[in-house]
């Protein structure tokens, strides 16, 4: 298929996003290879493409140049810790999709709480934030998070629709999460925590391998704080916080 010259002269190749890429610090790239990691699997659960255009837009913004570095990284992270592979659809759009390999026990037991439909995605992510911000997290804190990745408090999202609505509501309504109101906050404001079907369905232990995973490390003991949290709901009857 041929290439749009003016398309492919303006797209960085890949040295040149290695050059620029050396503006950025290791962490910064880790941090965005991760939510690009993360944009993948929640647009992924009602088989949606994701579009370069979005990932530049939402995600790298003004470091657009280094798309081809973090792509690259973020392709070998869901291979080797989820078992899919990111493939491009044909077309001048850019747009990709993920597809799961044959062989992937590890990736699957990651995945297990993403297999019935496109909002569990999101709930993972938002469990694995809850639980590494010492198991309760700000509102306010939960939707700065979310907005890198194109999701936005009060604009409905092409895929997830009301996510407001989802978190605060269906989501409480089916016991995954708790949102209540801080006590004696004034002006009001509100918190997530874990609800008790998510302390049923997945465990301390196994958000924290997805965290650690996403960041490369094979080791939990590197987080400290979250490793003794995983110890002491072990020696407890499920972990409840």
Do not use: C
């Not at 008790?196 to 958000?207: D, G, I, L, Y």
């Amino acid at each position: 298929m041929e290439t749009d010259p003016a398309t492919q002269a303006s797209q960085p190749t890949l040295t040149q996003a290695q050059r620029a890429a050396e503006s950025l610090s290791r962490q910064e790239i880790e941090r965005k290879v991760n939510e690009v990691v993360q944009f993948f699997l929640i647009m992924e659960q009602k088989k949606a493409a994701v579009k370069r255009a979005d990932i530049t837009k939402h995600i790298l913004k003004e470091h657009s140049r280094v798309f081809p570095v973090v792509f690259e990284k973020a392709k070998k992270k869901l291979r080797e810790v989820f078992g899919v592979s990111v493939e491009e659809l044909e077309g001048k759009d850019k747009r990709y999709i993920l597809v799961n390999l044959v062989d992937t026990p590890d990736g699957q037991d990651h995945l297990n709480m993403l297999d019935d439909g496109p909002k569990s995605g999101l709930l993972l992510v938002v469990l694995s934030l809850i639980f590494m911000k010492g198991n309760v997290i700000q509102d306010t804190l939960l939707w700065h998070t979310l907005k890198r990745l194109g999701i936005e408090e009060n604009h409905p999202h092409e895929v997830l629709g009301d996510v407001k609505s989802l978190l605060t509501k269906e989501f409480t309504r089916q016991q995954y999460l708790e949102y209540k109101r801080v006590p004696q906050s004034d002006p009001p404001s509100f918190e997530f925590r874990w609800g008790p079907r998510a302390h049923k369905e997945t465990s301390k232990r196994r958000v924290l391998q997805f965290v650690s995973k996403m960041y490369g490390s094979e080791s939990l003991e590197i987080w400290t704080s979250q490793y003794q949290d995983v110890l002491r709901a072990e020696g407890g009857e499920g972990g409840g916080t």
